[in-house]
Structure formats: structure tokens, C-alpha cells
């Protein structure tokens, strides 16, 4: 049998040596955990367009009497929402005057109260011959709902639609106080005792944002949705090429 030098003696052991070392990191070595947890999940919205319809409506008109000594005291309400103006309106026939129809002129005021606590006073005086008078006034809210709303699908969409900022209850069901007064034209003595005041009518209508949801148009506001992939299996060195190494001097 061939003896071997002293330099393959040391080749052989080193390569040895790493062949074993190699071993025991295959055994040692563990593929990455792979984690149970789901990756987060990216909400994908969508951008809905909201279509603004302006309508209108009345309510029931007021025909009642404003008495020197006891004005017309009332409240009335709105049941819609998104309310964007209301206008009131009275009229009355001053069915006293004097005078060709000239004199004693009754003039009436009409004071409303918002739900917001701000009030606001309107006075006109009866027409000569006819009697006839008017007071007209629109108040306005000043509300400007939002024209488009994210959401992750057309069903919580519609639901935004009921919510603030595209829904303002603000004025919808509360109270709105309104008195009219008279105060009679006529001078004398006689005329006034004969006037208790006038009969009138109150008509109110008002307009109010009717919303509605346009076809939606995708829109991606959570990012990419696709989680990103898992790092790739790292293997180890090639056993073989490390033996190669050692041993190619050795045939």
C-alpha cells in the first residue's frame, strides 16, 4: 500500500473536518418558521360621487287671527332632512280701514325663531283701497353638503349617506317658533274698540338636499392590496463543492 505524504494526510483530515462540520449543519439548520398570522388586511375604498337633488315641498298652510291683545302664537316643524331654506310667507286683508279706504291701516309683523336660537322680524303696513298686505321672507341654513364620500362598498355608502357631514339634522323635527302681531292704524277711540285685529295666512315652504349615489369609480387608498412574498429558501453551500475543494489534489 501506497503511504501518503504528510501534506495529503493534512489535506484528507482538513477535508474531513469540514466534511463533518458540514453534516452537523444540515442537521442543525431549520427551514424559516412560516407565521400563522394572516397578513394584514389592506381595505381597498372605493370613491363614490354623491348626486345633490334640491326639492321642495310645503307644509300645511296657517290661517288663524293675530288679536290686538293676543298675538298668534305657534310652532311648527320639518321632518326632512339636509334642509337648506324655508320661506314663510303671510298675507292678510285689513278688513277695517277708513277714510276712502286710506286710513286706519293695520300693520302686521311676523317674528320666527330658528332651532339654532337666531330670530328674525318682519313688518309691513296693509295696502290703501285694497287693504291688502304681504311679508315674505326666506331664511336660509347655509348648509353645502360634501359631493363625494369613500367607502369599501356600495351598501356602506348608502349608510354614510344617512351620517354627518352628507346628513345635517340640524333643523329636522325641532321647533320653530312663530308669533304675528297686529297693531291697529285707526286713531280713534271708537274705530279701535271696534278693530280686535285680522285674520291671516301663514304658508310655508321650504327646500332640503335629496342625496344619491353615482356609478363609483375604483380607487386604491390602502395601497397595494397583494402582501409582499416570503423570503426565499436560502440554501446551504454545496457539500460536494467543499469536498471537491479539499480533495481535488488527491486521486
Do not use: H
Amino acid at each position: 500500500m501506497k503511504s501518503l505524504k504528510k501534506n495529503d494526510k493534512i489535506i484528507i483530515i482538513v477535508a474531513v473536518v469540514i466534511l463533518v462540520i458540514a453534516g452537523v449543519s444540515i442537521v442543525m439548520y431549520q427551514s424559516p418558521k412560516t407565521s400563522n398570522v394572516p397578513p394584514s388586511t389592506i381595505t381597498s375604498e372605493k370613491n363614490y360621487d354623491v348626486i345633490w337633488t334640491l326639492r321642495t315641498d310645503t307644509l300645511n298652510t296657517i290661517s288663524e287671527f293675530a288679536g290686538t291683545k293676543s298675538p298668534y302664537q305657534g310652532t311648527m316643524t320639518i321632518q326632512e332632512g339636509n334642509v337648506k331654506s324655508i320661506t314663510f310667507n303671510l298675507s292678510w286683508t285689513d278688513d277695517r280701514m277708513t277714510f276712502m279706504k286710506r286710513m286706519g291701516l293695520d300693520r302686521l309683523t311676523l317674528e320666527v325663531t330658528t332651532p339654532d336660537g337666531v330670530t328674525f322680524t318682519e313688518t309691513n303696513t296693509s295696502a290703501p283701497i285694497t287693504g291688502e298686505g304681504t311679508i315674505t321672507y326666506t331664511v336660509s341654513t347655509g348648509i353645502i353638503p360634501p359631493v363625494s364620500l369613500k367607502a369599501t362598498d356600495e351598501k356602506t355608502a348608502q349608510a354614510k349617506l344617512k351620517e354627518k357631514p352628507y346628513y345635517d339634522d340640524t333643523w329636522t323635527n325641532k321647533d320653530i317658533n312663530i308669533n304675528v302681531y297686529v297693531q291697529i292704524g285707526e286713531l280713534r277711540i271708537v274705530k279701535r274698540l271696534r278693530d280686535k285685529g285680522n285674520d291671516f295666512e301663514l304658508k310655508i315652504t321650504y327646500q332640503y338636499y335629496d342625496g344619491t349615489l353615482k356609478a363609483d369609480t375604483t380607487k386604491n387608498t390602502g395601497g397595494d392590496s397583494n402582501p409582499p412574498p416570503e423570503d426565499p429558501w436560502v440554501e446551504p453551500p454545496y457539500i460536494s463543492m467543499i469536498i471537491n475543494t479539499g480533495c481535488g489534489r488527491y486521486v
